[in-house]
């Protein structure tokens, strides 16, 4: 059974860009969560899709978006990148939200914006 | 709001010696709570999950304990190795997102 998995691994991108970072959850799992991880602030949570719908977002600002897709695939975007969004972006899923059950990580996606 | 707290930031100690991370949280009504590993620039591994009427969990040499309660809940490592050398993050679920501890980072030399 696959795992979680997160493309790409790693990315480098410039002030002002944008960026579209990918995540498939395990086979069966409905629940994609996004956190960010950061030496300074450690791991935050950011959103929360289930069944192609935002069900949570945790307290980042309105470059930080998210979509899910039919297949439960998620994509997170950021916008007018800053130098601060630099961090591990990391994804989890589960079988259904309210998380009753196990969540799982996938590798996660390094973020470097110079 | 919930807080997580896990003590010592770090530890560093011979291969063979029995371990305990603590976890402490401040609002009890939790539903779960987990502990991961994650080894350096890597995502993370599911190690236990404590449901919140259980106790304890074991796998392996792991074992966790969960006191509600108090606020508290321990990771025991039996007979430490150099391959269990990593992070260990505790998080509790609050309603629908997983909360953080702040992590141990520990070191087993041999």
């Known amino acids: 059974k696959a795992g979680v998995t997160q493309t790409p691994r790693y990315l480098i991108k410039t002030r002002g860009q944008q960026v579209t970072l990918s995540c498939s959850p395990i086979?069966?799992?409905?629940?994609v969560s996004w956190y960010q991880q950061t030496p300074g602030q450690g791991l935050q949570f950011l959103f929360e899709?289930?069944?192609?719908?935002?069900?949570n977002k945790g307290n980042f600002p309105g470059r930080f978006s998210g979509r899910q897709f039919s297949n439960s695939r998620s994509e997170m975007n950021v916008s007018t990148l800053e130098l601060g969004d630099s961090a591990l972006y990391l994804c989890?899923?589960?079988?259904?939200?309210?998380?009753?059950?196990?969540?799982?990580f996938g590798q996660g996606t390094r973020l470097t914006v110079v | 709001k919930q807080e997580v707290t896990q003590i010592p930031a770090a530890l560093s100690v011979p291969e063979g010696e029995n371990l305990v991370l603590n976890c402490s949280f401040t609002?009890?009504?939790?539903?779960?709570l987990q502990w991961f590993r994650q080894d350096p620039g890597k995502g993370l591994t599911s190690l236990l999950l404590?449901?919140?009427?259980?106790r304890e969990q074991t796998s392996g040499r792991l074992n966790a304990s969960l006191d509600k309660s108090s606020g508290r809940s321990t990771l025991y490592i039996a007979a430490s190795q150099p391959g269990d050398s990593a992070t260990y993050l505790c998080?509790?679920?609050?309603?629908?997102?997983?909360?953080f501890g702040t992590g141990t980072r520990l070191q087993v030399f041999p």
């Open positions: 998080a509790v679920t609050d309603t629908d997102k997983l909360i």
């Open positions: 899709y289930f069944s192609e719908t935002q069900r």
């Open positions: 086979s069966g799992h409905r629940s």
């Open positions: 404590i449901q919140s009427s259980q």
């Open positions: 989890a899923s589960s079988l259904v939200p309210g998380d009753h059950t196990e969540a799982f």
């Open positions: 609002d009890s009504a939790i539903y779960n």
